[in-house]
């Protein structure tokens, strides 16, 4: 196991270097996304000025304040609160976010599905895992909202943040198969097994 400093955006090679078990830390730039934002990106047809080509995406929906632009707020927003959601109910758009935008990192808490596991083999990505409740630390981690693209689904808005030393993160899903999910699920169902055979209850 082994930690990466990644400055965004990032090549799929370095990438396909990432295995299960290391840790990430990223630098300089960093997207977020939700669910809105990926439904009329994917499921309504529209488009964003914004280039994710190389780059990783967060699974969020800051809490931020709306103040005038200037040199420190250029996109007229102060972070409040940027805290991660569950990546689950957005397993169906890992695809097309590395196919059609070119995202090579996803960021949340959770994990995602076998889906999105054979896009990262595919196409060259992987998932990185958050620890939920950390809101307030994330937070210390983004110097500033850069710029801010499909504002009407506000606070589901692709952000663009300026980020410094955002992590470490946890590589929970490769480009090589491997998944940290799939490992625990296998551990608990032969746990469950064992427990159950020990209480002459057939499984």
């Given at each position: 196991?082994?930690?990466?400093?990644?400055?965004?955006?990032?090549?799929?090679?370095?990438?396909?270097?990432?295995?299960?078990?290391?840790?990430?830390?990223?630098?300089?730039?960093?997207?977020?996304?939700?669910?809105?934002?990926?439904?009329?990106?994917?499921?309504?047809?529209?488009?964003?000025?914004?280039?994710?080509?190389?780059?990783?995406?967060?699974?969020?929906?800051?809490?931020?304040?709306?103040?005038?632009?200037?040199?420190?707020?250029?996109?007229?927003?102060?972070?409040?609160?940027?805290?991660?959601?569950?990546?689950?109910?957005?397993?169906?758009?890992?695809?097309?976010?590395?196919?059609?935008?070119?995202?090579?990192?996803?960021?949340?808490?959770?994990?995602?599905?076998?889906?999105?596991?054979?896009?990262?083999?595919?196409?060259?990505?992987?998932?990185?895992?958050?620890?939920?409740?950390t809101a307030a630390l994330e937070t210390t981690w983004i110097e500033q909202i850069e710029d801010v693209?499909?504002?009407?689904?506000?606070?589901?808005?692709?952000?663009?943040?300026?980020?410094?030393?955002?992590?470490?993160?946890?590589?929970?899903?490769?480009?090589?198969?491997?998944?940290?999910?799939?490992?625990?699920?296998?551990?608990?169902?032969?746990?469950?097994?064992?427990?159950?055979?020990?209480?002459?209850?057939?499984?």
């Open positions: 196991m082994a930690h990466h400093e990644l400055t965004m955006p990032a090549t799929e090679a370095q990438v396909r270097t990432l295995r299960i078990g290391d840790t990430v830390t990223l630098q300089r730039t960093l997207y977020g996304i939700r669910d809105a934002t990926q439904i009329h990106l994917f499921d309504r047809g529209r488009t964003t000025r914004l280039d994710l080509h190389g780059h990783a995406v967060i699974h969020t929906a800051p809490n931020v304040r709306k103040v005038p632009q200037s040199t420190e707020h250029p996109a007229g927003y102060a972070p409040v609160c940027i805290g991660t959601t569950t990546s689950d109910r957005m397993e169906r758009f890992t695809r097309p976010l590395m196919a059609q935008l070119g995202v090579r990192l996803v960021v949340g808490k959770g994990g995602l599905r076998e889906g999105s596991l054979a896009a990262f083999a595919e196409l060259g990505g992987v998932y990185l895992a958050i620890i939920g409740g693209d499909l504002d009407d689904l506000n606070p589901e808005s692709l952000w663009r943040f300026r980020i410094r030393d955002f992590g470490p993160l946890l590589v929970a899903m490769d480009s090589h198969g491997g998944s940290l999910y799939r490992t625990v699920q296998a551990d608990s169902a032969a746990r469950r097994a064992q427990v159950l055979a020990s209480l002459g209850v057939k499984a």
